[in-house]
Antibody, heavy 125, light 110 residues
């Protein structure tokens, strides 16, 4: 059974750095066609992709947030870590750790097949 | 504002069929496969459709997806009360070099 579980602080002060950890089970973080992504959802709003890392260590970040994001993985611990710097109130929301898959055929296939339950982060002083 | 456009809301009676549209462009839907997600209230999203029209195991065949050109759609037939949720389309965008979501459609079962 594939599972992902997010952990991290519930409350972060403005301008501080957020560190979230995703602990996975049921699949390998070294599988090239599989990756782990971080997504978020502000209260009452749509989903937004932040960053992902694939089994071959390839990473990609949302250009609008690139300067603030870092993603890394520790395969020995089956963990993927997200770091986001200089938080403000617009970063408040639920953060999801998600398994992503990519495939190629006549087109590029990228989809999110297993989601963690999410962790709510509030940015407030 | 999402580049993938979905109607904010839709509604239908139990047993009826509803179609949710997702409109994009050349750099996203036209070039890459579309997936759909169901988000029940206060829960994480769940994969409903991938590869434009494939259902993961466990998803009822009442849910179907299709894609044509720069648009995609999700059809739900035989509506049930527990289908009431937010539905999101998603696809890779070549300009973003990452995935993007539609703004979501809230389905109300009357």
């Amino acid at each position: 059974q594939v599972t992902l579980k997010e952990s991290g602080p519930v409350l972060v002060r403005p301008a501080e750095t957020l560190t979230l950890t995703c602990t996975v089970s049921g699949f390998s973080l070294t599988n090239g066609r599989l990756g782990v992504g971080w997504f978020r959802q502000p209260p009452g709003k749509a989903l937004e992709w932040l960053v992902h890392i694939f089994g071959n260590d390839a990473t990609s970040e949302n250009p609008s947030l690139r300067s603030r994001l870092t993603i890394s993985k520790d395969t020995s611990k089956s963990q993927v870590v997200l770091t986001m710097t200089n938080l403000d109130h617009t970063d408040t929301g639920t953060y999801y750790c998600v398994r992503v898959r990519e495939e190629w055929d006549d087109q590029y296939y990228y989809f999110m097949d297993v989601w963690g339950r999410g962790t709510t982060v509030t940015v407030s002083s | 504002q999402s580049v993938l456009t979905q109607p904010p809301s839709t509604s239908a009676a139990p047993g009826q069929r509803v179609i949710i549209s997702c409109s994009g462009g050349h750099s996203n839907i036209r070039s890459n496969a579309v997936s759909w997600y169901q988000q029940l209230p206060e829960t994480a999203p769940k994969l409903l459709i991938y590869h434009n029209n494939q259902r993961p195991s466990g998803v009822p065949d009442r849910f179907s997806g299709s894609k044509s050109g720069t648009s995609a759609s999700l059809a739900i037939s035989g509506l049930q009360s527990d289908d009431e949720a937010d539905y999101y389309c998603a696809t890779w965008d070549d300009s973003l070099n990452g995935p993007m979501f539609g703004g979501g459609t809230k389905l109300t079962v009357l």
